[in-house]
C-alpha cells in the first residue's frame, strides 16, 4: 500500500490559518506545500518510509501511520512558520521602535514565536513517542 502526498498535505493545511495560501493559484500552492513537505521529510529521519517515495505518482510508496502524518504535518508547520518569522523579523529591522509598535508586528512576531515553541515542543514529544514505539516494535520482531 502507499500513502498519497495529499493525505499529508492536507493534514498540514488543516493545521494552518493562513489567507495568503487561500489566495495563491492552485498550482503554486502545491509547489509551496511541496517545498515544506520535502524539508519537513528530511528533518523526520526517525522516519525510514519517508524516503521511499514516487514523486511522479505523489505518494509515498509505504503506507505512512496516522502517527507519522501527524508528526510530518507538524514538521510542515515549522517549515510555514519560518518564512512568516524571517519576514517581520526583517519588517522589525527597518522601522524604528514606533513605527513598529504602531503597526503591532511585535505582538504578531511575539505569537508566531510562541506557536513555534509551541510545534517544536509537540514535534518532539510526538517523535520520542514514534521512536520509542518503534523499537519497541523491532524488538518484538527480533525475539
Not at 492552485?26 to 528530511?42: I, K, P, W, Y
Not at 512576531?109 to 523499537?135: A, F, G, H, P
Request: hydrophobic share 35%; charged share 30%.
Amino acid at each position: 500500500m502507499s500513502t498519497p502526498y495529499s493525505v499529508v498535505d492536507n493534514s498540514f493545511l488543516n493545521k494552518v490559518t493562513d489567507r495568503y495560501l487561500l489566495d495563491i493559484p492552485e498550482e503554486h500552492l502545491q509547489s509551496l506545500v511541496d517545498g515544506f513537505r520535502t524539508s519537513a521529510s528530511v528533518k523526520f529521519k526517525q522516519c525510514k518510509k519517508l524516503s521511499n517515495r514516487d514523486d511522479v505518482a505523489r505518494c509515498y510508496n509505504k503506507t505512512l501511520t496516522d502517527e507519522e502524518v501527524e508528526i510530518l504535518a507538524n514538521l510542515m508547520v515549522l517549515e510555514w512558520l519560518k518564512p512568516q518569522i524571517n519576514s517581520i523579523e526583517l519588517l522589525k529591522q527597518g522601522m524604528s521602535t514606533k513605527d513598529y509598535k504602531i503597526y503591532s508586528q511585535a505582538n504578531h512576531l511575539d505569537s508566531l514565536k510562541e506557536l513555534r515553541k509551541e510545534t517544536i515542543s509537540e514535534v518532539d514529544r510526538l517523535i520520542v513517542s514514534y521512536t520509542y514505539t518503534e523499537n519497541q516494535l523491532d524488538n518484538l520482531g527480533k525475539v
